[in-house]
T-cell receptor, first 111, second 117 residues
Framework: KQEVTQIPAALSVPEGENLVLNCSFT??????LQWFRQDPGKGLTSLLL?????REQTSGRLNASLDKSSGRSTLYIAASQPGDSATYLC??????????FGAGTRLFVKA | DARVTQTPRHKVTEMGQEVTMRCQPI?????VFWYRQTMMQGLELLAY????????DSGMPKDRFSAEMPDATLATLKIQPSEPRDSAVYFC???????????????FGQGTRLTVV
């Protein structure tokens, strides 16, 4: 059974810092991995999608990497801003259309 | 712009009442997912459809929950009778799965916040 773990559960950093969010999964047989952002009381916004054949994806200040063999993905946020404050969720698509979510990392960027 | 639309956004109902949540997937998407989010359990997959056919609803309590797609533009999730433990945010997501693929990028709606008192 696929399990997805995200650490840390919460993170508070000063504005301008570069930071790394971690996601690990137990079964390396994945179809893709998606990083989402969720603001309080809102839906999920897709940030980056990495197919199983890819190693990383970049969008603006965000970079996500995938190492299937070790069951890990990282989301790197450069030059963090207060507007980046949100919960970041990692989701693994195991094929058969099932997507398993981690519990998320709550990020707070202080001005 | 293309987005998944869910209605209602908020619903408060009394225990025992029927609740119906609706979802309009992104036009052209052929896969629809229903998720439930709670503080304790996080995001749980309840059911998903491809080309309007239910593929897996093993995550859904069968005795009171039902999910359907009457047509390609509407998915419904119904709870009857509702219970306080059903209080959660219910998300619908859609995606486009091409032949030969077994996964997709999921696009989420804003959710329906359900409170059962």
């Amino acid at each position: 059974k696929q399990e997805v773990t995200q650490i840390p559960a919460a993170l508070s950093v000063p504005e301008g810092e570069n930071l790394v969010l971690n996601c690990s999964f137990t079964d390396s047989a994945i179809y893709n991995l998606q990083w989402f952002r969720q603001d309080p009381g809102k839906g999920l916004t897709s940030l980056l999608l990495i197919q199983s054949s890819q190693r990383e994806q970049t969008s603006g200040r965000l970079n996500a990497s995938l190492d299937k063999s070790s069951g890990r993905s990282t989301l790197y946020i450069a030059a963090s801003q207060p507007g980046d404050s949100a919960t970041y969720l990692c989701a693994v698509n195991t094929g058969g259309f099932k997507t398993i979510f981690g519990a998320g990392t709550r990020l707070f960027v202080k001005a | 712009d293309a987005r998944v639309t869910q209605t209602p956004r908020h619903k408060v109902t009394e225990m025992g009442q029927e609740v119906t949540m609706r979802c309009q997937p992104i036009l052209g998407h052929n896969t629809v997912f229903w998720y439930r989010q709670t503080m304790m359990q996080g995001l749980e997959l309840l059911a998903y459809f491809r080309n309007r056919a239910p593929l897996d609803d093993s995550g859904m309590p069968k005795d009171r929950f039902s999910a359907e797609m009457p047509d390609a533009t509407l998915a419904t999730l119904k709870i009857q009778p509702s219970e306080p433990r059903d209080s959660a945010v219910y998300f619908c997501a859609s995606g486009l799965v091409r032949d030969g693929q077994t996964g997709t990028e999921a696009f989420f709606g804003q959710g329906t916040r359900l409170t059962v008192v």
